[in-house]
């Protein structure tokens, strides 16, 4: 295991942000830390890079006890939402700077940066100072100021919450093809379901600063252990009591077994996909198919259908909780 | 004005060309500046008729002391004192501010209780309670704290006019600089340490490295207006009877009665060394200001050049224009 994090709480003042937090980071795995804002995310990504203490509980690094240890003795890389580039230096020097520190001899400096500069795409940039790049361009510094250093494990705190969505779908991407190329151990935080099922290998949903879940992406989305992480994870709609995913419903204009009936109440085209809104005994609900099967159908509002949730698909009762 | 523009008959498109042909352009005009200006001008003749006809300014007699060794001595010691109190002033500054930014509630409020005592003090007062110590401790030993003294000597020796003037001028300085140095602390943004804590650099290099370098885009403006107050702040330690150019320039007038023209000696010295600081101040301030914006405004001197390379290419262009069309 990369980082080992044992019953770790936290609270600021009375609140508490962190509570009996538990997980494991496997060796060159690429980690999501997934929740809502004030889920405690950041503060456990903090806690383990040492920017902030726990109360109580224990963070390993490497197999090392790292709880007590300084941010600079835990050999750890950190990438912030506002990037954090030392503005009064180039983006050679930003990315030197840890190893300048470190006394090493300036060829190999050189060397190492412009190495690391190409692997952002900055190599052009090598002289310009943060104030004259985008914001894309100044979090890829960021980051590779962070790998400069060889860091054991690499934190990134919202890494493109800052950034438009355009450039944030790159740099995902991007991200993901980077760890494929430096396998370094990498855990993210982001409120972004879509941005961890797409880059993630493992995901930890975070919410009031407990674990709800840990799993890969499609366990967590299939297989979500409560309303929340399923709610949280993508789109659902409720049906008989239970919360269904809306592409895993079945609608059938005759009578099916098991199968409700619900009155047709819209139909709203987005693109390839149709929305057809229910209504089931005076509650709203609705079902996406595809806009081949909605014109096969011929919907109308105000039709009387017959709905189920797919055989195959997970469902969550929610009278249980 | 054969063809203005013909309102409510009907004008064809070619008609409507000629008349836009035959039109003058005409520049904009401006007759308030103008006048505004005129008047402006006026009042400066005045003024420096008045300056120069009246022989009351004596300017035969500022032009004789102006380079005076006992003027240009005063000038030394008031430089003197001034690089003594702002340097030394900015180093103790420096301290209260980190202490004031510690975690040590302890050292925050001595920090604190500094600054609130020696800014509360006027100037005068504290330089004349430093040249009368010897009054309250004859004698200040060295040597462990409340233990035994090494040596001692006497307050008397220690602390001349000279010395208490500029412990004088430093402590007070301290009070001012402590609040402009903290105020740029806090300028650079906290995340950047945390980046330097992450990437294993100690507490001292980050202040070192990351966090005065860039303070100092803060600090400089005000500093420079400290560094100009001081220039000037220096005169009041005549009162201890130390020859700085104020008190110099007063001695001078006392015995030869001019006293018009000898504080204009003092004026046209602090003019000068106020002029060099200000220009210092601006190239200090772009040494800082890298990276703080996207491009660094240019100096006056690159300002001229640019201005007459493009006074050349338009004129180039002309000529290329007039060869082209003949």
Do not use: C
């Amino acid at each position: 295991m990369a980082i080992e994090v044992r019953d770790v709480n936290k609270s600021f003042g009375t609140t508490p942000v962190l509570r009996d937090v538990s997980i494991d980071v496997e060796s060159g795995s690429l980690t999501a830390l997934l929740g809502p804002s004030g889920g405690g995310k950041s503060t456990l990504l903090r806690v383990i890079a040492g920017l902030e203490q726990p109360d109580t509980g224990t963070v390993m690094i490497s197999g090392v006890d790292a709880t007590r240890l300084s941010p600079q003795r835990r050999n750890v890389g950190f990438v912030f939402q506002h990037y954090a580039a030392f503005k009064h230096l180039s983006v050679f020097r930003n990315v030197a700077f840890g190893l300048e520190i470190r006394k090493r001899p300036k060829d190999e400096i050189r060397k190492r940066v412009m190495e690391l500069l190409e692997l952002v795409h900055l190599e052009k940039m090598a002289d310009r100072y943060p104030s004259q790049l985008s914001g894309g361009q100044r979090q890829r510094m960021a980051l590779a100021r962070a790998l400069a250093v060889e860091p054991e494990v690499l934190l990134l705190d919202e890494p493109f919450g800052a950034l438009d969505a355009q450039v944030r779908k790159e740099l995902r991407t991007w991200l993901r093809r980077l760890h494929d190329e430096v396998h370094v151990t990498t855990v993210f935080v982001t409120h972004d379901q879509e941005e961890a099922i797409e880059v993630a290998d493992t995901i930890v949903v975070l919410a009031n600063g407990a674990v709800e879940q840990v799993g890969s992406p499609a366990e967590v989305y299939d297989n979500p252990a409560n309303p929340f992480v399923m709610r949280f994870l993508g789109p659902v709609t409720e049906i008989g009591g239970s919360l269904v995913r809306p592409h895993d419903i079945e609608i059938s204009t005759t009578p099916t077994e098991g199968a409700t009936e619900a009155t047709v109440s819209r139909i709203v085209r987005l693109g390839f996909e149709v929305r057809v809104e229910l209504e089931i005994a005076g509650q709203e609900a609705w079902v996406q198919v595809t806009r081949g099967f909605a014109e096969r159908l011929a919907l109308q509002p105000g039709d009387t259908v017959n709905v189920r949730p797919n055989p195959g698909s997970r469902s969550l009762a929610l009278s249980a909780v | 004005m054969s063809a203005a523009p013909v309102l409510g008959g009907t004008v064809t498109a070619d008609e409507a060309d000629e008349a836009a042909e035959s039109l003058t352009i005409v520049k904009a005009r401006h007759p308030w500046r103008w006048i505004a200006s005129a008047v402006v001008l006026v009042l400066l003749a005045m003024a420096v008729n008045a300056l120069i006809t009246n022989p009351a300014w004596d300017w035969a007699i500022v032009g004789e002391y102006l380079f005076a060794p006992s003027v240009l001595e005063a000038v030394a010691f008031t430089i003197q004192l001034t690089v003594l109190g702002i340097v030394l002033g900015f180093l103790l500054g420096t301290v209260l501010a980190l202490m004031r930014l510690s975690r040590s509630p302890l050292l925050v409020s001595v920090a604190w209780s500094y600054v609130w005592l020696f800014r509360s003090v006027p100037l005068i007062l504290q330089l004349l309670f430093w040249y009368n110590l010897a009054i309250l401790y004859r004698r200040i030993s060295f040597g462990v704290p409340f233990g035994p003294a090494l040596f001692d000597i006497g307050t008397m020796d220690l602390i001349g006019p000279v010395t208490a003037a500029v412990i004088g001028l430093t402590l007070h300085q301290a009070a001012y600089a402590a609040e402009i140095v903290r105020s740029g602390f806090l300028s650079v943004d906290q995340g950047q340490l945390e980046a330097a804590s992450a990437l294993g650099i100690p507490r001292t290099r980050q202040l070192f490295r990351i966090l005065l370098p860039q303070a100092m885009r803060t600090i400089v403006p005000t500093a420079g207006n400290e560094i100009i107050g001081l220039v000037k702040g220096t005169s009041v330690v005549y009162i201890m009877a130390l020859p700085e150019l104020f008190y110099q320039v007063q001695v001078i007038y006392n015995r030869n009665g001019r006293v018009i023209a000898m504080l204009l000696v003092a004026a046209i010295w602090y003019l000068l060394l106020t002029t060099v600081l200000s220009v210092a101040q601006y190239y200090v301030e772009r040494r800082f200001g890298r990276g703080a914006a996207r491009a660094l405004p240019p100096t006056p001197l690159q300002r001229v050049r640019g201005v007459l390379a493009v006074r050349r290419a338009a004129r180039d262009q002309r000529l290329v224009d007039l060869g082209g069309g003949r």
